[in-house]
């Protein structure tokens, strides 16, 4: 366990601990397992899996925390393993943390999967607005939480109330601008039918960071990665490879 702002941040750390580390930050309402079948494959490597706050073993936030909280916390938890410049390899709200870490800090090598980026415009908008309106009708409060319950996502659902709000909060960010400052070189790893990040996401991103490439999985979905699990295992490894 690892202590970080008063509280337990669980991780593992496996494979060859003088080599290249690789870091891998699983998407929301998951844990470490859902890395865990690429990080088997890295062992030749030193290989680092964090439950994300909130997440797995891992203790909730006291607060409300920002996505730079986040990667605060990957960068002080590094720090202490005396890590630099690590590979990091993220899927969905990972694969955003993964994003903004390397915009801020020196990173090898990125592999994406599925990683939102920018807000995207909320289908429930009028709903959202209807809810905002009757919370400030007298007696309605508590009506208006049930139905949010009913209209959210499945993780807003999901979520304890304190990780609800770190969700909306998560959402609501836009990191295209942090986006732009990486240098290093990436792949971007999309199912063409991915319904939770549309694959169109990733070409933006390509375009956003200068060595990029992205690799459609035709037919897959948000867990692409999962899916085609040898293919993944097999590019990461031929990526990451010192050349």
Not at 7 to 32: M, P, T
Not at 84 to 98: E, R
Not at 187 to 192: K, L, R, S
């Amino acid at each position: 366990m690892f202590k970080y702002k008063d509280i337990n941040i669980n991780y593992i750390r496996y494979g060859n601990i003088e080599k290249q580390s690789v870091v891998l930050l699983h998407g929301w309402g998951q844990n470490i397992e859902m890395m865990k079948p690429v990080g088997d494959s890295l062992t030749d490597n030193d290989v680092i899996i964090i439950d994300l706050p909130g997440h797995g073993k891992s203790e909730e936030p006291k607060e409300v925390w920002e996505l730079k909280d986040f990667v605060e916390m990957i960068h002080e938890l590094l720090k202490t393993l005396n890590i630099q410049n690590p590979i990091l390899i993220g899927h969905s709200f990972g694969g955003k943390l993964s994003l903004l870490y390397a915009s801020m800090y020196p990173v090898k090598k990125l592999i994406l999967f599925g990683s939102p980026f920018k807000v995207k415009k909320n289908p429930n908008s009028l709903k959202v607005k209807t809810l905002k309106k009757l919370k400030t009708l007298p007696g309605l409060k508590n009506i208006a939480e049930i139905m949010k319950k009913h209209i959210g996502s499945t993780d807003y659902r999901n979520a304890s109330p304190m990780m609800r709000d770190i969700l909306v909060k998560h959402v609501n960010t836009d990191i295209t601008e942090n986006v732009k400052k990486i240098a290093c070189p990436t792949i971007i790893i999309w199912g063409t039918n991915d319904a939770a990040v549309p694959i169109t996401d990733a070409y933006d991103l390509e375009k956003l960071i200068k060595d990029s490439a992205v690799i459609p999985y035709e037919g897959c979905t948000h867990y692409a990665y999962l899916e085609r699990l040898g293919q993944t295992n097999s590019i990461i490894k031929n990526f990451i490879k010192e050349r």
